[in-house]
């Protein structure tokens, strides 16, 4: 079976710290991953996609970086994190490989900067 | 204009009435349509998706697609307290890897 896993579940970070959050697949045939944040009153905004290792496309600027060091492994990063950081951080992958277009999405991240 | 347009506010229905959500897009050449459901702190989880003008029904619920008005819809009959959360529309263009969803509409079962 196909399963994605997200860490940490939820984490409280103050302004200016480091951030690393870490998603897991196993199983899926389809080697694109993305990175999807939900900020309060927000619909789910693409953040990071990536095709295969080392392949990291950014959908929008921000002091937020992605790694694929694995082809089973997405990494959300910051070096600073800012209050409008905040939000529920979702990974997400097309568990159907053909093109069908639907993601299926790990348990998420929720984020509060404080 | 924004891709993907969720624009009403929370729905309130009773247990056992019909909850109707709509949802347009931007993109004419659109192809896919997906609706999904996600309870409160929880992730989304796909319920719905089509591609083709009409109607597609999955137990209560049923989705509606118009590419010429470029709307669709999901309807939840027989709606029941576990249907209580917020529904996101989303849709996807061709030759784009990714998903473009709505805000989403909060959907409360009245018992």
């Known amino acids: 079976s196909q399963t994605i896993h997200q860490w940490p579940a939820t984490l409280v970070q103050p302004v200016g710290s480091p951030l690393s959050l870490e998603c897991t697949v196993e199983?899926?045939?389809?080697?694109?991953l993305y990175w999807y944040r939900q900020a309060a009153g927000r619909g789910l905004q693409l953040l990071f996609y990536?095709?295969?290792?080392?392949?990291i496309s950014s959908e929008v600027p921000q002091n937020l970086s992605a790694s694929r060091p694995q082809d089973r492994q997405f990494i959300l990063s910051s070096k600073k994190l800012l209050l409008s950081d905040s939000g529920f951080y979702l990974c997400a992958w097309p568990r159907a490989s053909g093109g069908t277009g639907e993601l299926f999405f790990g348990e998420g991240s929720r984020l509060t900067v404080l | 204009q924004k891709e993907v347009e969720q624009n009403s506010g929370p729905l309130s229905v009773p247990e056992g009435a019909i909850a109707s959500l709509n949802c347009t897009y931007s993109?004419?050449?659109?192809?896919?349509f997906f609706w999904y459901r996600q309870y409160s702190g929880k992730s989304p989880e796909l319920i719905m998706f089509i591609y083709s003008n009409g109607d597609k029904e999955d137990g209560r619920f049923t989705a509606q697609l118009n590419k010429a008005s470029q709307y669709v819809s999901l309807l939840i009959r027989d709606s029941q307290p576990s249907d209580s959360a917020t529904y996101l529309c989303?849709?996807?263009?061709?030759?784009?890897?990714?998903?473009?969803f709505g805000k989403g509409n909060q959907v409360v079962v009245i018992p």
């Open positions: 989303a849709v996807k263009s061709p030759g784009n890897n990714r998903l473009a």
């Open positions: 199983g899926t045939s389809n080697p694109n």
């Open positions: 990536s095709v295969g290792i080392g392949q």
């Open positions: 993109d004419r050449g659109s192809q896919s």
